[in-house]
């Protein structure tokens, strides 16, 4: 998940190979933190977010660092 500046030389992080192959409906994942992880409620999704997740707008903030994602 990491960006490719961050990955080991000549490796390219998964998410960028996702990406590359035009695999995902739009080039974004998200993840979901449940309060308990041992119920199976967290959630990692490539492509697309789920709206059940959430209640409210979702905000979007830009990346200003290639190193940290949404600061």
Do not use: R
């Not at 998410?15 to 739009?26: C, E, I, S």
């Amino acid at each position: 998940m990491a960006y490719p500046a961050l990955a080991e030389p000549g490796v390219t992080p998964v998410f960028d190979n996702m990406m590359g192959q035009h695999l995902l409906k739009n080039n974004m994942f998200a993840f979901y933190l449940g309060a308990v992880a041992e119920q199976g409620e967290s959630d990692l999704t490539f492509g697309y977010y789920d709206k059940t997740k959430f209640e409210g707008d979702l905000v979007w903030n830009p990346v200003k660092l290639e190193y940290m994602f949404g600061i």
